[in-house]
């Protein structure tokens, strides 16, 4: 039954392809167009087998090229999740070796890792370094590119975590799904697809690998940095702020076309992984009517990340409070826009404000991510001050 | 000498131009192409008189068209500033009748009003109360179309608070400019151009009407509860969230297309102002590693609203602290995406959450907008609830 070709009358078309999973209420299916789908068994008025053999796990792989092993880190996340057929929603968790299967990867990969299990928007700073951690143990295993499984929600928290860890870094491709793993409109096949290319490649950068469009015929390697969920559910969520992409991957052609010049190439060095981490540092977004007294909640944290409006302002109300706080802790500026530099000497506010305050460009996610990691590192204030410059 | 052609031949080229203004240090020139620019004095090595006049203030106009006088209103920003030679900065505040002179409208405009003059940054809810209350007495001036003047940080929470609080409205445009008025590459002569247009139109909406493109031959009408800042410099910042814009504005041929169908018609009733607001509401945008107790300071407030991640989720850190706060509260989830939609039952997370907040569809920003005009208008929580359902 597993692993054969068969005709399905359903009451919603005529379908074929192999069941790779038998559940109790559905089949899973592979289409012959390597996507996945469930179909419930009540809604099947009939099934022909057609005589076709595969093994499960051996579909025609693509010739292995590259510089060598792969590691594999599962974190949770919808792409490793299944449709709940109770409820409609997503739920239920794969295994790793379910996962793989259905990614029908182009490499065999051995070395496998998973440091927790969860979807993205439960995970905290600490969870950041489990990651790290993990990519470290795998390396270790030899692996000299890694595919990162992970929910979309926060994934660009984790990636530019990873970024700034790691030193001499390995291709490391975060990527993830919109739609479940085992779903016909799953993005998953193709991502992972693509990050296995990104992984086995020259570029020595942590990055998020996911669909560049909302077809299916190219994914895009975002710098781990520079990326943020721009949209909800579209499968191109994912964006490059402010820079060009690293790189464009094809699919199913494989080919891998640089985009940004300034890519950091592969490393002979060794990788390093400095998960530095302290979390007394928070990000807070402004707009009219914020009440500058809630500053004072701040008073015990190191540092704060204020998503400013334009090119980075305050009100003039929240000036005193971040004059007052800006004593005993980092404070920096970025915009709330998302797109687009800050600048402290374009407007009054801004030669304000930068007397205390220091203005930093890229997202307000990734300066946040960064002061957490810069926190960890430096102990008095002005350590985090040259840090937060320095770092990218 | 002002209102006569020059050529001069300056550091920087021969360029052509009217004089409209003389300043100690500079000449403000009006180019061909109808953009003004600043030269300093310093800097022009000849100046020839071309023998050409032309009164200020009376650029040959094109033919008014439309229905009716247009009303004015100058609340500060950008558009309303001048470059300051001493600094290199923004800060110079030009007066209306400058600011329109500059502006070279294609329609007279008699009924101005300016309800304070400040940079957006700055603006607190209290302020859109006093902008709804000059739309309204600029109205009963007898407008029947108004361009309000505004710096573009906080134009798109503006332009969202007029839009609930102004039943059967008129046109209202919002507009700004990311580059001073007395530069030459401002963007503010063909988006107040445009505003005009939009102004003297059958669109009964309030709207913010910018550059559509980095070219200056198209500017886009956005529903005011559409629209976002989306970068912070360049002159096509504002972009129309998760729906088509109005309309589409082409430069300098005025001409006018309807691109969203589904936009109100000016209505026959008269136009009423019903600014509620209550400011006990807040805009909290969550991340990992978001400290749960930073929600106790939210008791004494009667909503918030929460920019979740994804299609609208928080950790489950946040569970209990927002379960208990939502016995007072409104509590109310976006998503911090910006684009896309939220959805209560796609994940357990939003099943979770939705048992006591709210999901809704739209930006952030206008959703707390919307939060304080609610908030304003209903005393008690079901009221409060229906209401931020009912409204778009
Ligand atoms: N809420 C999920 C969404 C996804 O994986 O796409 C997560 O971030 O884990
Ligand atoms: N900071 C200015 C920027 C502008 O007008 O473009 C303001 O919002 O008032």
């Known amino acids: 039954m597993v692993g054969e070709l068969y005709r399905f009358i359903t009451d919603f078309g005529v379908i074929e392809g192999y069941i790779i999973k038998e559940e109790p209420n559905y089949y899973l299916i592979k289409l012959k167009n390597g996507y996945n789908i469930g179909i419930k068994k009540s809604q099947i008025k009939e099934m022909e087998n057609l005589n076709e053999k595969i093994k499960v796990g051996q579909f025609p792989k693509r010739k292995p090229k590259g510089i060598g092993n792969l590691g594999f880190i599962y974190t949770g996340g919808t792409i490793g999740s299944k449709v709940d057929y109770l409820t409609g929603g997503v739920s239920a968790i794969m295994d790793i ?3 793989l299967a259905i990614a029908d990867l182009p490499y065999d990969i051995k070395i496998i890792d998973s440091p ?14 489990e990651i790290v951690k993990s990519i470290e143990r795998t390396y270790k295993k030899g692996a000299e590119g890694i595919i990162v499984a992970h929910g979309t929600d926060t994934m660009h928290f984790s990636s530019a975590y990873a970024y700034y860890a790691l030193e001499n870094p390995i291709p490391i491709a975060f990527t993830g799904a919109q739609r479940s793993s085992d779903r016909a409109s799953t993005d998953a096949v193709i991502n992972l697809f693509a990050s296995s290319i990104y992984a086995n490649s020259n570029i020595g950068e942590v990055a998020i690998v996911m669909h560049e469009t909302i077809n299916d015929d190219t994914a895009i390697a975002i710098r781990g940095i520079s990326a943020r969920k721009m949209h909800s559910t579209r499968r191109d969520a994912f964006k490059s702020i402010n820079e060009e992409p690293l790189a464009r991957i094809y699919y199913p052609s494989g080919k891998l076309e640089i985009i940004n010049k300034k890519y950091r190439k592969r490393s002979d060095k060794e990788m390093v992984a400095k998960p530095y981490l302290d979390t007394k540092g928070a990000l807070i977004w402004v707009y009219p009517g914020f009440d500058p007294s809630i500053l004072e909640y701040y008073r015990n944290y190191r540092g704060i990340i204020i998503a400013g409006t334009g090119m980075g302002h305050t009100s003039k109300e ?11 802790l980092f404070i920096g500026i970025t915009t709330q826009c998302i797109y687009g530099i800050t600048h402290p000497y374009v407007y009054s506010r801004g030669r304000e404000l930068s007397k205390f305050a220091t203005y930093l460009q890229g ?16 102990s008095d204030l002005d350590g985090i001050k040259k840090e937060m410059k320095r770092l990218p």
């Open 97 to 99: 070796e379910e996962l």
């Open 318 to 328: 929240l000036i005193p409070m971040l004059k007052e706080l800006s004593k005993d």
């Open 363 to 378: 997202t307000p996610e990734k300066n946040y991510v960064k002061l957490l990691y810069v926190l960890g590192k430096e």
């Open 116 to 129: 927790f299990v969860k979807f993205s928007e439960d995970l905290n700073p600490k969870d950041w370094v």
